[in-house]
């Protein structure tokens, strides 16, 4: 497997050679027609570029009271950030063995082994711990992980994340005590996605001698101690499905989380966002605004870890598009039904 990396990052690195090159033709002075819209069409256009105002009905007062609607404002766009690539230093700084190694070519050879990571992570289990108070945790955790036996101890993970959210709130105390999710991870993972990942504390891994799991056929367990680091993000709820793509890079099966089943049997992968939105339209608006506000979660996380992947901006930017334009379906069928 070493030897095929090696020849992938060769190829990678390969510069184009003269038959390759791309021309450039300038375009011809053909004085273009112009191009006529039919009131329909114009309609669409305006819908398509306008922001949309969503109807949003809060929960229901004390004594059966209903409080008065409000509008939100979504754009129909929402924006990306400046691509920045990762820093060398901040891969040599949790794996040194990478220092000359282009973040591109590390990020590609992590994707053929992100399956098997992914099924590693799945298979940790963490010592118990009080993981209420983000202010309260400790520097690091007990984990033990079940290991087959066909794969090696290098894919074990590096770091315990904690992750809450970063919204102002009041001191957290035992009444209100901020929420806090842990996630085993692996450190070349994050630093070779995350632009603005907080520096890591390096990885100390003591670990104990492996002994046969219970379970028969079921592998080998391994228990190790692990720094435990706060992660403080918008959107604590949509992490995971940052994290396990940064791991797969699945774009169909990010979609597919972020997305309502359609009414109909139509395949959104062969309809267009203007066919898929419409089927979508159909969706209670609540339905629909709880997915967007998914969507627009796992974008403030991409937008403050810093990731830059073009899959990942594709999905974001399909998903949003699509449930935006559902929604103002919605309110303008509801508007000219009224």
Known sequence: MKAAARRRRTQLLKPLNASSQLS??????????????????????RLALSPVKVVVQPAN??????????????????ARPVAKE?????????????????????????????????AVLASTATSPVDATNSSSLPTTISVTTTLPVSESSDLLPTHMLA?????????????????????????TVLAANCVNLPPLPRSTETTTDARESPIQGLGKEVDASLPLVPLALPSPETF????????????????????????SSSSKSSDSLDSYATQLSSLPRPTLLAHALRVH???????????????????IDSAWTTLVRAMGMVDSASSESS
């Open 24 to 45: 450039y033709h300038p375009p011809t002075s053909v004085k273009p027609r112009p191009v006529e819209f039919s009131e329909a069409a114009k309609r669409r256009a």
């Open 61 to 78: 007062k004390k004594h059966g009271q209903q409080a008065a609607a409000r509008f939100v404002s979504l754009p129909i766009r929402l």
């Open 86 to 118: 990762v820093s060398r230093d901040a891969l040599a700084a949790v794996s040194p063995e990478l220092a000359d190694t282009p973040a591109q070519f590390v990020r590609e050879a992590l994707e053929l082994l992100g399956t098997r990571m992914l």
């Open 163 to 187: 992750v809450h959210s970063s919204a102002s709130t009041p001191v957290a105390g035992p009444s209100k005590p901020r929420k806090v999710t842990l996630f085993p991870a692996h450190a």
């Open 240 to 263: 995971a499905q940052l994290s396990t793509f940064l791991y797969t890079r699945r774009a169909d099966q990010l979609l597919a989380s972020l997305m309502p089943a359609a009414p």
């Open 297 to 315: 979660g796992l974008w403030k996380n991409a937008c403050a870890l810093g990731v830059h992947d073009a899959k990942l901006w594709s999905v």
